[in-house]
């Protein structure tokens, strides 16, 4: 991650957490700073990873459209 962050690529987050538990994970101090776009499972209708929602609506919030987004 801080390669493709030092390269300028934007990184975003689709988990299946949300709440509780996406919080607790993203309080990490070393974590929550590469991510500019976070979707859980409390930000997408239905759908389960590796649904498309979750690229439609991580794009926009990491300043890409979604057909230019990659998945890992």
């Known amino acids: 991650m801080q390669a493709a962050r030092a390269a300028g690529h934007p990184i975003g987050l689709g988990t299946g957490s949300g709440g509780a538990i996406l919080s607790y994970i ?3 101090p070393e974590l ?9 499972e ?3 209708s239905k759908g389960n990873k590796p ?7 991580g794009g926009p919030e990491a300043g890409r459209s979604a057909r230019r987004l990659r998945s890992i």
């Not at 649904?51 to 609506?57: D, E, G, M």
């Open 42 to 44: 409390d930000d997408i």
């Open 51 to 57: 649904h498309p929602r979750y690229l439609r609506r």
């Open 32 to 40: 929550r700073q590469y991510f500019d776009a976070v979707v859980g």
């Open 26 to 28: 993203l309080n990490h």
